[in-house]
């Protein structure tokens, strides 16, 4: 089956009913309906604001269009979800509006550049840490970036993950993106790591020496990593209690959380179970886990653990003279038996998969094995669901990067028993997906950084652009054929970076390892490697000759890579985003796309440890010129290549 696009028509409980949600331009005085004009004319009511107050309304037909009503306000209408109440004779209807500013340019920070140092949190090496990288470790990171120029720090997804049974650890199938992974807490942070028996037990030679095998390994042992701290973090939970202050903190937190009981009760089911929960019968609504039916010491757990965790994250927030200086990501999904697909069952289409189509990567296409969301029926309630996970993330980070921002527009799904070139598209409803991106990044006065790479039609950018959002120039995607200069600069559009978490490094693409991990994994011929290792081969040498122009000496993947990133700093981009690996010349890959046990995908630690690179003198020497140089101007730099000063030109 080829792939197609799937549209079907917006529900309606009737022909001239109201949509369920309605889009609006914070700061304007009209709302526009469609679909409804008949019974619409001299209707009045009012939008009940979401801040309190009211803004009455009354409707008129929408000049030149029988299906069209304009709804008049009387004021302004200010940015956030309100309630529209439209009344006609004694039927009253109601519609959710979401007013959003008409960009988010604002946030770019009155034109200022900045940097993001990127490494994924679980890589991190340190030497107090138990063989994962924690949230103190986080802190210390922010503090550091702190010193060019207020550089952001950037990782993978830190919600939470199944790590026992079941397990998979996958950043990008979160159990949910409500709720923080409990394995990036730092148990020696809190006054409860004090109690005697958590001494006896840290200090004991087993525990010793299953943290050191751990700390030995290169890749990262989840599983056992993970025991270790629940092993802590289990009789802290019991402690706390014995406390009236934590017990009134945890209250506290709890009432500002209106779903973090049902999912501690369900971590706890899930834990005694050993298996997901059947995601297929939904809870009836508003049925809660029975308190009997799990262990409540286990339930304790989870609702201790999401309140450290936010507490240390915020504490590592606030390490720097910057307002949220995190850049975190946005999985496009959930695992699919999960806390969200199932306390939030019909917000997901259950028994397909989302993925991707076949691209110049991987020509199987992708099957991701996570179920899409339901194009409708976030509607019913404004996407209460959708913008609380956008609040959770803007609370402590300054960027947010949407993974697959093309999802907001359309999305590849996968009936079960085919594979990923037997998928379909299916349409959402653009308009009101963005307009929730842009309400909660609007609060916390955050940047949006869309994913679009891959299949991405051009309306997608130019949406992206017409509201504000960043997109991405890889450096990797960006090279241009001979004739010409190789390297395509990013625009004052773009974030700028070499790679991503789904590429090779720079060393391992300098190296040309991604061609011969897609010959070992994905099959392509003998002949179809040896062309690309060719033409690999002749664009390094086109690139150190064109990065060597000028007298610089370019011959290593080290040296090119620190004259990229050179380029990249100079560049109009808002945000250069630096993967700290490539700059000790890392030649392993985090991930490698539409591979599972092929490749030890988000396991691979950091050959350097914390302490190592951030006393590095080389390391800071180039970061503290990559940021002079990002805040020494408006990014018209012009860099010699071929021998005359090159016109910036947007990626393609």
């Known amino acids: ?193 004090a109690d005697p028996r958590i001494q006896v037990l840290f200090r004991s030679p087993s525990f010793r020496g299953r943290v050191a095998r751990v700390c030995a390994n290169r890749l990262l042992d989840y599983r056992l990593a993970y025991s270790l701290k629940r092993a802590l973090l289990t009789i802290m939970a019991a402690g706390a209690m014995k406390s009236s202050r934590r017990r009134e903190q945890l209250a506290r937190f709890r009432k500002r959380n209106p779903y973090l009981d049902d999912y501690a009760r369900f971590r706890a089911l899930v834990n005694r179970r050993g298996t997901a929960l059947p995601r297929a019968i939904p809870p009836p609504r508003g049925r809660t886990i029975r308190p009997d039916d799990v262990d409540p010491e286990a339930v304790m757990l989870h609702l201790y653990c999401q309140m450290v965790f936010q507490d240390q994250i915020e504490r590592a927030a606030r390490r720097t003279s910057s307002r949220n200086p995190l850049y975190l990501d946005l999985p496009v999904g959930v695992h699919g038996g999960g806390f969200d697909a199932w306390r939030f069952c019909s917000h997901f289409l259950h028994g397909v998969s989302a993925g991707a189509p076949p691209d110049d990567l991987n020509a199987r296409g992708q099957v991701w094995g996570f179920p899409p969301m339901h194009p409708w029926n976030g509607r019913r309630d404004g996407y209460a669901y959708l913008r609380s996970v956008l609040a959770k993330l803007f609370s402590v ?89 190789c390297i395509v600069r990013p625009d004052a559009r773009q974030l700028a970076c070499l790679n991503t978490h789904d590429t090779p490094t720079f060393a391992g693409f300098w190296n040309g390892d991604d061609i011969r991990a897609r010959r070992k994994i994905h099959g392509i011929s003998a002949a179809a490697a040896r062309k690309e290792m060719l033409g690999r081969r002749a664009l390094r040498k086109r690139l150190c000759a064109e990065l060597g122009r000028g007298g610089a000496r370019v011959r290593t993947a080290r040296q090119a890579c620190e004259r990229l990133l050179e380029l990249h700093a100079g560049s109009p981009a808002p945000i250069q985003l630096v993967n700290l690996e490539d700059l000790w010349g890392e ?36 970061l503290q010129g990559l940021a002079a140089r990002r805040a020494g101007g408006a990014g018209r730099d012009r860099h010699r290549v071929r021998g005359r000063p090159q016109r910036w030109r947007r990626g393609v």
């Open 1 to 193: 089956m080829d792939a197609l696009a799937v549209e079907g028509p917006q529900p309606r409980d009737a022909p001239d009913a109201l949509p369920a949600v309605l889009c609006a331009t914070a700061g304007r005085r009209t709302v526009s309906v469609t679909g409804c004009a008949a019974s619409s004319r001299g209707a009045t009511g009012e939008v009940r604001l979401e801040g309190g107050g009211g803004l009455a309304l009354r409707a008129v037909t929408t000049a030149g269009r029988s299906d069209g009503t304009t709804l008049q306000l009387d004021g302004a209408l200010p940015a956030g979800v309100h309630q529209l109440a439209l009344r006609a004779g004694r039927r009253e209807r109601t519609a959710y509006v979401l007013s959003a500013p008409p960009t988010l340019r604002a946030g770019f920070h009155r034109g200022r550049r900045r940097l993001a140092l990127f490494l994924p949190l679980y890589g991190v090496r340190s030497r107090r840490n138990l063989g994962v990288g924690d949230l103190t470790d986080l802190r210390d990171l922010v503090a550091w970036a702190g010193q060019f120029d207020d550089a952001f720090v950037g990782t993978l997804p830190l919600f939470a993950s199944f790590l026992d049974a079941p397990f998979d650890p996958s950043p990008y199938a979160p159990v949910s993106r409500l709720f923080w992974n409990e394995l990036f807490i730092d148990p020696a942070a809190e006054p409860e790591f």
């Open 397 to 485: 980070a300054g960027v947010v990067r949407i993974d697959h921002v093309m999802g907001l527009h359309r999305l590849y799904c996968v009936p079960p028993g085919f594979d990923g070139t037997q998928g379909a598209y299916l349409r959402y409803p653009a308009d009101e997906l963005y307009a929730a991106v842009m309400i909660e990044a609007a609060r916390a006065g955050g940047v949006v950084v869309g994913e679009n790479l891959g299949t991405v039609p051009r309306a997608v950018n130019r949406e992206m652009d017409r509201r504000g959002f960043l997109g991405l120039h890889v450096q990797q995607f960006k090279w241009r054929p001979p004739g010409r200069s």
């Open 587 to 622: 030649t392993g890959s985090q991930n490698v796309p539409g591979t599972t046990t092929e490749h030890p995908n988000w396991r691979r630690r950091a050959a350097q440890s914390l302490e190592q690179f951030t006393s590095d003198a080389r390391i800071r020497r180039l």
